[in-house]
């Protein structure tokens, strides 16, 4: 079955760049819509944005002037930019699939990565 | 922004009871609402869709209503893997935006 695993660094400076990666297995990463989804600490869910197969986004106005969502199809994997970080994108952050078959609700997650954003 | 607001925002519910939770949208968001549970340190896992359609592998027991602006989640019998927090989000327009949780404890 399809699983998403994200990577990248759980310790970011303010002012620097976040990226993270969220590699797909056991299916193709074509033909579906990808989303990343944080999470503050305490806090409820914030969607960031998405890419979709042929690589068309869209982005939370709230973060738009600062993310970047971007595709890898020859890896499987998909990837988030998130610049000008402070404290408070401190969160753990989750890649997340549209399901077509389940309404283009987020139907498969991966388990999520914490990324701190401190000095 | 479409605002997604959940009731209540906690709830104490015994083994058996019925329990439901209700998510209003500050507009209409025609079918396209969801549901997920999350328990703690888990990613969230889809629960319904569409308003009332369950996913694949969700015990029967959970069960979606609702239309226009207002909808609810329903456990009919409550089981000691229900304590989570839920989730509502509206897939109607951008950006999706998710309600701010109800956390479900067991009595």
């Known amino acids: 079955q399809v699983q998403l695993q994200e990577s990248g660094p759980g310790l970011v400076k303010p002012s620097e760049t976040l990226s993270l990666t969220c590699t797909v297995s056991?299916?193709?990463?074509?033909?579906?819509?990808w989303s990343w989804i944080r999470q503050a600490p305490g806090k409820g869910l914030e969607w960031i944005g998405y890419?979709?197969?042929?690589?068309?986004?869209s982005y939370n106005p709230a973060l738009k002037s600062r993310v970047t969502i971007s595709l890898d199809t020859s890896k499987n994997q998909f990837s988030l930019s998130l610049r000008s970080v402070t404290a408070a994108d401190t969160a753990m952050y989750y890649c997340?699939?549209?399901?077509?078959?389940?309404?283009?609700?987020?139907?498969?997650w991966g388990q999520g990565t914490m990324v701190a954003v401190s000095s | 922004d479409i605002q997604m607001t959940q009731s209540p925002s906690s709830v104490s519910a015994s083994i058996g009871d019925r329990v439901t939770i209700t998510c209003r949208a500050s507009?209409?968001?025609?079918?396209?609402l969801v549901w997920y549970q999350q328990k703690a340190g888990k990613a969230p896992n889809l629960l319904i869709y569409?308003?009332?359609s369950l996913q694949s592998g969700v015990p029967s027991r959970f069960s979606g209503s609702g239309s226009g602006t207002d909808f609810t989640l329903t456990i009919s019998s409550l089981q000691p893997e229900d304590s989570a927090t839920y989730y509502c989000?509206?897939?109607?327009?951008?950006?999706?935006?998710f309600g701010q949780g109800t956390k479900l404890e067991i009595k």
């Open positions: 890419i979709s197969y042929s690589g068309s986004t």
């Open positions: 997340a699939r549209e399901g077509y078959n389940s309404g283009n609700a987020f139907d498969i």
């Open positions: 507009q209409g968001v025609s079918s396209w």
């Open positions: 569409d308003v009332s």
């Open positions: 056991g299916g193709s990463i074509g033909s579906y819509y």
């Open positions: 989000q509206q897939l109607n327009s951008f950006p999706y935006t």
